[in-house]
């Protein structure tokens, strides 16, 4: 195992720091090899008794483009499917319904889509299922059987994905809308019987131009949701 260093510490913080997400890329291709390697730091990830819960499938060219069809067809009709998870609650509060009407309102002005102006903001809603164009979708899912607190397990595999990504130049934008379409992804990727929808993930590299990437959410202060005792 290497030795960390100061100078170690200092560069995953920078990356950390350095990412968000991003809502159109270039279409500079991502190497099988890379996308292999990012996957494999990011399955260093722990995970309650080793079980590693997470499955990944990766998309590109051709498949990309034929998932992100067959997604379309059913949102161009209206269709919406029954998630396999409940992701949002069904009645906000704050003050997480300021922080999210916040980022929503960010990234339509950056876009210059009007309050209101619900075509524009469907087919922005739409560029979801295109991956933002990006050259690489991955499709993250687990297994039914396994217990609600795997996701907790999911979740530390993406951060590490994410963050993975950063250091090696790449962006991401983790994209919950996938699920909701689970039986047309299923169906589409001819998926296992008990593997369930959690999300969706854009990678590749920023397009430098795009307004929309100027969007950089703000965090909380950690006095704001952390408790400390005895220190």
Not at 185 to 198: D, P, Q, T
């Amino acid at each position: 195992m290497p030795d960390f260093t100061p100078q170690t510490c200092a560069t995953v913080a920078a990356v950390l720091r350095s990412r968000h997400s991003i809502r159109r890329f270039l279409p500079t291709p991502v190497s099988l090899e890379v996308v292999s390697e990012l996957l494999e730091l990011a399955a260093r990830a722990p995970s309650g008794g080793n079980v590693q819960p997470w499955r990944v499938h990766a998309l590109a060219g051709d498949a990309r483009k034929a998932l992100s069809a067959a997604i379309l067809a059913e949102y161009e009709q209206g269709a919406r499917e029954k998630r396999d998870f409940d992701f949002y609650p069904t009645q906000w509060s704050e003050p997480w319904l300021s922080r999210r009407r916040k980022m929503g309102f960010g990234l339509y002005g950056l876009l210059n889509i009007a309050k209101g102006d619900k075509e524009r903001m469907r087919v922005q809603s739409g560029r979801n299922y295109l991956f933002f164009d990006a050259p690489v979708g991955l499709i993250l899912t687990l297994d039914e059987r396994l217990g609600h607190g795997m996701f907790l397990d999911c979740g530390v595999f993406v951060g590490n994905l994410l963050t993975a990504a950063r250091a090696h130049g790449l962006d991401t934008c983790v994209q919950d809308s996938f699920a909701d379409y689970p039986a047309t992804i299923r169906r589409h990727l001819k998926l296992g019987e008990n593997e369930r929808i959690v999300t969706g993930i854009a990678l590749g590299y920023a397009d430098p131009d795009a307004p929309e990437n100027r969007l950089v959410t703000e965090r909380e202060p950690v006095a704001a949701f952390a408790d400390f005792q005895g220190f």
